[in-house]
């Protein structure tokens, strides 16, 4: 991902189940797992939420947009983020299904790249505001 090698980063978390049940509960356990994390460091780095942090959406002239307005795995993401910030794993698990039973593969794709560049980043803040994120993060970005 730092390379920005996108189908190479796919390859490694691609689920691996035989079936397309399997697949897709596989994607959708990754991609709550990482905004899970993403939404803890969030709070890690809006100090415990005493300091608002701020999601913007560009588009592709990096115009901001209201989030209505983005592309709908960018929509997806930055709705199931949010509703991880504000404790509410179910309306982020809703929005995860929704994307898996209606999105096309390459927007499914497109929302677990977000996930990944998401854990990254916020990860990399942390690191360098030596604040706390989880070892297998820390491990990975090692």
Known sequence: MHLGADDEALDQVRPT???TEGRSAETREMMLLLFGECSGMVATLGDGGT???KVQVF????????IDQADPPVRTAVRTLLAEVHGNTDAAAEQ????LA???PDEVESLL??????TIRLSGECIERDLPVS???AEALS
């Open 17 to 19: 189940a035989p079936d």
């Open 96 to 99: 995860v299904e929704i994307a």
């Open 102 to 104: 209606n999105a096309a």
């Open 59 to 66: 588009d592709s002239d990096g115009e901001e947009v209201s």
């Open 135 to 137: 070892d297998w993060i």
């Open 113 to 118: 790249l977000q996930a990944l560049r998401w």
């Open 51 to 53: 300091a608002p942090v």
